[in-house]
């Protein structure tokens, strides 16, 4: 079956670092553009950044831009969110997602995991 399992989230303090990952399984992974969203208490999911299917094209939220990258690799089925100069506003639950490059009606989700900024 289908499976995106995201890892790496926890408490971190303002201008620290982390590094998110996202295992997936049960699809072909080089045919996915791969996702990062976060959902902050009191607002609505986000999209944060984006990797196309061989990793030539990205993009990313403006409020994060210079601060995270999104990286994957293909031959370990991985996405990755490296977040740098962490902030508060960054609290958030972090989401991995998956969508088909042609049909994007295939669209999958991971559970998500919980990054708090606070000292």
């Known amino acids: 079956q289908v499976q995106l399992e995201e890892s790496g989230g926890g408490l971190v303090q303002p201008g620290g670092s982390l590094r998110l990952s996202c295992a997936a399984s049960g699809f072909t992974f080089s045919w996915y553009t791969m996702n990062w969203y976060r959902q902050a208490p009191g607002k609505e999911r986000e999209l944060v950044a984006g990797?196309?299917?061989?990793?030539?094209?990205?993009n990313y939220a403006d409020s994060v831009k210079g601060r995270f990258t999104i990286s994957r690799d293909n031959a370990k089925n991985t996405v990755y969110l490296q977040m740098n100069s962490l902030k508060s506003e960054d609290t958030a639950v972090y989401y991995c997602?998956?969508?088909?490059?042609?049909?994007?009606?295939?669209?999958?989700w991971g559970k998500g995991t919980l990054v708090t900024v606070s000292s």
């Open positions: 997602n998956a969508r088909h490059t042609v049909y994007s009606g295939v669209d999958y």
């Open positions: 990797m196309s299917s061989a990793g030539g094209v990205t």
